[in-house]
């Protein structure tokens, strides 16, 4: 089994920045991506971004690109969301995925995905 644990969610304003982390422990797999999605309440469970192993890969949705940033620390097992000018519509709860099967676009789909964190609320004040 794999353990992913989110943090950094919070309430921000319009305009604001922060920075959600992912940890993973558990078994030591190969974790060739790990990723992050967001749901907002009454809408299905949405791709943000990946970064394969290599973070030379990166894929991110198109409403986020320019804004967001996902990085990770293969030392640290860490997978990072950087999110900048945060808009009322980015409100939601995030959650930290990994070991998805297959690559783009197909892990966009998050029946792709082995492993979920219990997910992080971001909330955006306009």
């Known amino acids: 089994q794999v353990q992913l644990v989110e943090s950094g969610g919070g309430l921000v304003q319009a305009g604001d920045s922060l920075r959600l982390s992912c940890a993973a422990s558990?078994?030591?797999?190969?974790?060739?991506?790990m990723g992050w999605f967001r749901q907002a309440p009454g809408t299905a469970r949405e791709f943000v971004a990946a970064v394969w192993w290599s973070e030379i890969t990166r894929y991110y949705t198109y409403s986020v690109k320019g804004r967001f940033t996902i990085s990770r620390d293969n030392a640290k097992n860490t997978v990072y969301l950087r999110m900048n000018s945060l808009q009322p519509e980015d409100t939601a709860v995030y959650y930290c995925?990994?070991?998805?099967?297959?690559?783009?676009?197909?892990?966009?789909?998050?029946?792709?995905?082995?492993?979920w964190g219990q997910g992080t609320q971001v909330t955006v004040s306009s």
């Open positions: 995925a990994a070991e998805p099967q297959g690559g783009m676009p197909a892990v966009r789909d998050p029946a792709r995905w082995n492993y």
């Open positions: 558990g078994r030591t797999v190969s974790r060739p991506a």
